[in-house]
């Protein structure tokens, strides 16, 4: 369903009650959620970024929001199913809870960022963001700090499908034809401009496949 009026979006929330992504090769999973606890009501500011977050056409469903056992949590979390582009609308996969603020970064980054690069460098329009998800309690690998996954702070793409049917994948075209590495470092350097943490293939081997966008307003983009 989409949500984009305030009315509806705040009924959601009041109504919403107390609420994972698969592990991902290299990080330890942390903290079974064996007791959650009730968190308390959306501030305004958390209702005000539903609100902003209708506002893009986005398609998405406010979530209830939880605290787990061991310090993960979804706070004002959103699922995302579809986000709005110059044209019309495009699907996103595999993301549960995300934070409302990263959602709406998301959203912006999706439409100014990913669909308007595809268009203009690969001449096609963008169907389809594919992700490895979102939330999931884990420690940042070989650390014992809790990842920005174990509160909803970040999602991790891995390719793109675009209206006539070629799929760009950050693990095929990182280093395939000269356009794919154009649109991919692109779309890299956008996020970069939105997110405080911005991690791909040129960082690591564990980002080899996908770029990780991680809520903040630093500067780190590898």
């Known amino acids: ?11 959601a ?17 942390s903290r079974p959620s064996t007791s959650a606890q009730a968190l308390p009501e959306p501030t305004l500011e958390a209702r005000q970024c539903l609100a902003d977050l209708g506002n893009t056409r986005a398609q998405f469903a406010p979530l209830p ?19 709005y582009g110059d044209t019309g609308p495009f699907d996103v996969t ?28 690969l001449g096609s329009g963008l169907e389809r963001i594919e992700t490895m998800g979102s939330y ?16 909803g702070q970040a999602v991790d793409v891995s390719g793109f499908v675009l209206t006539d049917g ?20 692109t779309v890299h350097s956008s996020a970069c401009k939105r997110f405080g943490t911005v991690l791909g293939p040129d960082y690591n081997a564990a980002h080899r496949d996908h770029l990780h966008l991680e809520f903040g307003r630093g500067s780190f983009c590898r």
């Open 65 to 83: 929001d939880k605290l787990q056992a061991g310090g993960c949590s979804t706070r004002n979390t959103v699922r995302l199913s579809a986000l």
């Open 1 to 11: 369903m989409r949500i984009a009026a305030l009315p509806a979006l705040l009924s």
């Open 136 to 151: 999931s309690c884990r420690n940042v690998a070989g650390t014992n700090r809790l990842s920005a996954h174990s509160q």
């Open 94 to 121: 595999n993301l549960t809870a995300v934070a409302c603020p990263v959602a709406k970064d998301f959203a912006a980054w999706a439409r100014f960022g990913v669909d308007r690069a595809a268009r203009q460098i």
């Open 166 to 185: 070629r799929r760009i994948t950050v693990q095929s075209g990182w280093n395939a034809s000269p356009e794919e590495r154009r649109f991919l470092r």
């Open 13 to 29: 929330v009041a109504l919403a009650g107390c609420g994972a992504v698969p592990e991902r090769a290299g990080e330890t999973t």
